[in-house]
């Protein structure tokens, strides 16, 4: 994978630009400095390795070289979405979803908010986030990591949750630019319908550990137990409890019974 073999495979592709980087600190920060520079919409940003991206909660991980998908996709949103962006994180997970299943007819599923699972093992997550002026979205990053090769699987010494590759789930050895293709596509198709219904029918279809018993850890202290329903029209988690989970500081995990 480099510079000029992503754009040959990409050229079908609306790309507002492409960005490729051997080394990086976060893909996330490079789109979002873009988004200053007056970068398009669905402008790309691919590094071969990732030496402090970000997850959730300022937590960093290092995506090793040759071994997964580190990449932020720039968006510039219209008034609609820029009312739905809370959903843009499910946008990513269907995408992710969508493109395993096409590609690979691997069953994926989301684990809410922000984590794609094969069999219970997380084989990718997400970020999304965005850059400001006053109360409107100048752009949007949405950033992608996927385990690709075993290689790729942290040490069990940094892991929050099992994890797997997609290597590991084929039995075999998976191209990244194919990947790659297949998320973008799939990213184009579901933009199209965020904040539908059609988007969050699809969200609770692929939904993790729903209709099962899961703890979520809120903060420090806080703890909710219950069975899980789905999640609500803004993107929030439906427990059959009297309270909505939004995002934050959250793990889910099912309860072992």
């Not at 520079?37 to 402090?52: K, W």
């Not at 999304?128 to 075993?150: C, F, P």
């Not at 630019?177 to 596509?185: A, E, N, Q, S, V």
């Not at 965020?194 to 729903?210: S, T």
Request: charged share 20%; aromatic share 6%; proline share 4%.
């Amino acid at each position: 994978m480099n510079s000029k073999s992503l754009q040959t495979a990409l050229q079908d592709l609306p790309l507002g630009g492409f960005r490729y980087y051997e080394q990086v600190g976060s893909t996330n920060d490079i789109a979002l400095n873009w988004i200053e520079e007056g970068g398009q919409d669905f402008s790309l940003v691919v590094a071969n390795e990732q030496i402090s991206g970000r997850g959730r909660s300022g937590r960093s991980w290092h995506t090793p070289p040759d071994s997964a998908l580190a990449l932020s996709l720039l968006l510039i949103p219209n008034i609609a979405e820029t009312k739905n962006i809370s959903l843009f994180t499910g946008l990513c997970a269907l995408a992710l979803v969508d493109a395993l299943k096409e590609l690979y007819t691997l069953k994926a599923e989301i684990k809410w908010p922000n984590d794609i699972l094969i069999e219970e093992e997380k084989v990718a997550g997400i970020l999304v986030e965005a850059s400001w002026e006053g109360d409107k979205a100048k752009g949007i990053v949405l950033g992608i990591g996927v385990n690709i090769l075993n290689t790729a699987i942290p040490d069990s010494d940094n892991l929050h949750f099992p994890a797997t590759s997609l290597e590991k789930a084929l039995g075999q050895k998976v191209n990244r630019t194919k990947t790659l293709h297949g998320i973008l596509t799939a990213l184009v198709k579901w933009r199209k319908v965020v904040g539908k219904a059609e988007m969050v029918a699809a969200w609770n279809e692929n939904l993790a550990f729903r209709g099962k018993q899961v703890e979520i850890t809120q903060g420090p202290e806080q703890v909710i137990r219950g069975e899980l329903l789905g999640v609500n029209q803004d993107g929030s988690l439906r427990l059959d409890t009297a309270e909505s989970i939004h995002f934050g500081d959250v793990h889910l995990r099912p309860m072992r019974l």
